[in-house]
């Protein structure tokens, strides 16, 4: 079992960044793909970022290419999304998702195919 906790969400003005941890604990593995999903109120669960175990391959969303990126450290067991140049719309809670690696790049952008799930954690973008 992998359990998933997210952190560094709140509350920005459109233009500020946040950086956002996703800590992973119990049977981890530095081989796991890892991703970020968001869901606005009302609206499904999207997929925002992810990457490979090694960290050699990365993918985003068009929404956020060229605002976010997703890196991991491997020794901390933890994924993080640095994201800038916030925008209203992208307010929602941030989840990170995991799972063994997940080679086929449109299937890293499915919710099914993670196992392992966190909370989430609130990111609020005013205008």
């Known amino acids: 079992q992998v359990h998933l906790v997210e952190s560094g969400g709140g509350l920005v003005q459109a233009g500020g960044s946040l950086r956002l941890s996703c800590a992973a604990s119990?049977?981890?593995?530095?081989?796991?793909?890892v991703a970020w999903f968001r869901q606005a109120p009302g609206k499904e669960r999207e997929f925002v970022a992810a990457i490979t175990g090694s960290g050699a391959s990365t993918n985003y969303a068009d929404s956020v290419k060229g605002r976010f990126t997703i890196s991991r450290d491997n020794a901390e067991n933890t994924v993080y999304l640095q994201m800038n140049s916030l925008k209203p719309e992208d307010t929602a809670v941030y989840h990170c998702?995991?799972?063994?690696?997940?080679?086929?790049?449109?299937?890293?952008?499915?919710?099914?195919?993670?196992?392992?799930w966190g909370q989430g954690t609130q990111v609020t973008v005013s205008s």
């Open positions: 119990g049977r981890t593995s530095s081989s796991y793909t």
């Open positions: 998702a995991a799972n063994s690696f997940i080679a086929n790049n449109w299937l890293r952008t499915r919710t099914g195919s993670y196992n392992y």
